[in-house]
């Protein structure tokens, strides 16, 4: 079935470090990508998202690009904040049929000042 | 503000009690959708409703019964807590509707169950 994985945690970043959280995927087809971050006490919230191979999603300077070949969709910022500091997880939605989205267990950074 | 509502944020069980969690949303969503959250294992999905009137099950349906409503609503029922349904369980819900696509999730705060 389909499945996704992620780097564990928990990582420990300076502020202003490069992030990186690896997700890579399975999946029949070519699925729709997700980044969801939770911060502490909240629900998830949608961070981006990508459809198609080669889409870039970006927001907040957050970005992660959909690879078809290597199946990932890797989570990169250029420089952290203490307020990043929350869950994040990569989640699959296959473009066919009615399936619910299938999340990655998740991956806690917390950013020290 | 729009979005996904939970209730209640809190609730302390005894093993053997029942209760319903209940989940409304305003954004004329179709499919709604029930996770429970544990340490180490991210989400997993108990129950969706692709659309009003029907109801699937997800990965660990056992112990819980769930109820769309109407389009709004999707309520999900502990018949018989057990400490393993000890959990923060969250709501969501997504515009697609049957066959649609690339839509994300928006979900609720929350609710935090201990059963003791």
């Known amino acids: 079935g389909d499945s996704v994985t992620q780097m564990e945690g928990p990582v420990t970043l300076s502020e202003e470090a490069f992030l990186t959280i690896n997700c890579t995927y399975t999946a029949t087809g070519y699925p729709s990508l997700f980044w969801y971050v939770q911060y502490p006490g909240e629900g998830l919230q949608l961070l981006l998202k990508a459809t198609k191979a080669d889409d870039k999603g970006s927001n907040k300077g957050f970005e992660a690009t959909y690879r078809k070949e290597t199946t990932s969709f890797h989570l990169e910022k250029g420089s952290v904040q203490v307020s990043d500091s929350a869950v994040y997880f990569c989640?699959?939605?296959?473009?066919?049929?009615?399936?619910?989205?299938?999340f990655g267990k998740g991956t806690r950074l917390s950013v020290i000042a | 503000n729009a979005g996904v509502t939970q209730t209640p944020k809190f609730q302390v069980l005894k093993t053997g009690q029942s209760m319903t969690l209940q989940c409304a949303q305003d954004?004329?969503?179709?499919?709604m959708y029930w996770y429970r959250q544990d340490p180490g294992m991210g989400l997993r999905l108990i129950y969706y409703s692709a659309s009003e009137g029907t109801t699937d099950k997800g990965e660990v349906p056992n112990g819980y019964n769930v109820s769309r409503l109407n389009k709004r609503e999707f309520s999900l029922r502990l018949e018989s807590a057990a400490p393993s349904q000890t959990s923060v369980y969250f709501c969501?819900?997504?515009?697609?509707?049957?066959?649609?696509?690339?839509?994300?999730?928006?979900f609720g705060s929350g609710t935090r169950l201990t059963v003791v």
């Open positions: 954004m004329n969503h179709n499919s």
């Open positions: 989640a699959l939605l296959r473009n066919s049929g009615n399936t619910p989205l299938v």
């Open positions: 969501a819900s997504s515009e697609a509707g049957p066959g649609e696509v690339g839509y994300g999730y928006t």
